[in-house]
């Protein structure tokens, strides 16, 4: 059986807020749809991109992520 330490845990949550930052700058919002995928904005996988940051933040004192601000990125971005 695989045991997670602390430290590999932080380490996976951080590596989770990167990769969710990195989508939701991707991600954007062109005209109401996505600059990415063509969808609807938001996306599907910014919408999942927020939500991991929002958790990551609980997770790490109400910050998202270590260079994030908090807050509704999605609802703010006008790109």
């Known amino acids: 059986m695989t045991t997670l330490l602390d430290a590999d845990i932080d380490t996976k949550i951080e590596e989770l ?16 749809a996505c600059a990415v995928c063509g969808s609807a904005f ?5 919408v ?16 998202a992520g270590a260079d994030e601000p908090s807050g509704p990125a999605l609802a703010l971005s006008t790109s």
């Open 17 to 32: 807020a990167e990769l969710a930052s990195s989508v939701i700058n991707e991600h954007t919002n062109d005209h109401g």
């Open 48 to 63: 999942l991109a927020e939500h991991n940051l929002a958790v990551c933040g609980c997770l790490h004192g109400g910050r």
């Open 42 to 46: 938001p996306c599907d996988r910014a």
